[in-house]
């Protein structure tokens, strides 16, 4: 979703929602991000509200804590990041847990903030993710990076054990497939888009003339060659 009305025209407002079951937190965000070029266009302290909320509203960016009456953040991530796929989904919290953040991003999470960050820093992350950027620090940024390198290589077939006929690339994902990485988690590995992946697998299929994906997934373990 873009957040230009026009060739030429003024940008409109990034539209955020913000999803904690704190009053104070969202208090204080709230005064933290909502200016000029900020609307916030809907607040939720469950995550069942939340839910019904994000689906109605269609925010630019949505706020989520990961401690939540009722659900999880990280599962509403899950729940939310293929129905809302023009939505941008940062994780603000409290938790400095690496194993957080990497559930956060695999599960399609565009950032992940910890709630001891400057005001000036938050509304920095929530105007740069409209760029394509990752709502995170550095240090974040570098543990998702090596996680995702190091699970490529551990996965990674070699020469051998290709299947003729199919790119390095595509090899690459056939792999991933069989070892039941999502699309999300495939494109996070190769640093590709989502919807780069699927088109690798279209053509794995029609060059493995297979039906879907647990066919050729089915394929890559027999090694058919």
Do not use: C
């Amino acid at each position: 979703m873009s957040t230009w009305s026009g060739s030429g025209a003024a940008k409109r407002p990034l539209r955020v929602m913000l999803v904690d079951d704190h009053a104070l937190v969202r208090s204080a965000v709230r005064q933290a991000i909502v200016g000029v070029d900020v609307e916030l266009v809907g607040e939720a302290a469950t995550a069942e509200d939340a839910y019904a909320i994000a689906m109605a509203v269609r925010p630019d960016v949505m706020l989520l804590d990961i401690d939540l009456p009722g659900m999880s953040g990280i599962r509403m991530v899950e729940e939310l990041a293929t129905r809302l796929p023009d939505t941008r989904i940062v994780m603000l919290t409290v938790s400095d847990d690496e194993r957080d953040l990497i559930d956060a991003v695999s599960k399609g999470a565009a950032g992940y903030l910890t709630k001891d960050l400057s005001p000036e820093a938050l509304l920095r992350a929530l105007r740069g993710t409209q760029h394509g950027q990752l709502a995170m620090s550095r240090t974040h940024a570098a543990v998702v990076i090596k996680h995702f390198a190091e699970a490529a290589r551990r996965g990674r077939v070699s020469v051998g054990e290709s299947i003729e006929g199919l790119s390095p690339r595509e090899n690459d994902v056939l792999r991933m497939l069989a070892d039941g990485l999502t699309d999300r988690e495939i494109a996070n590995a190769l640093i590709i888009s989502p919807r780069t992946v699927e088109s690798h697998v279209s053509s794995i299929l029609h060059k493995l003339g297979v039906r879907h994906r647990a066919e050729a997934a089915q394929r890559y373990r027999m090694g058919a060659g």
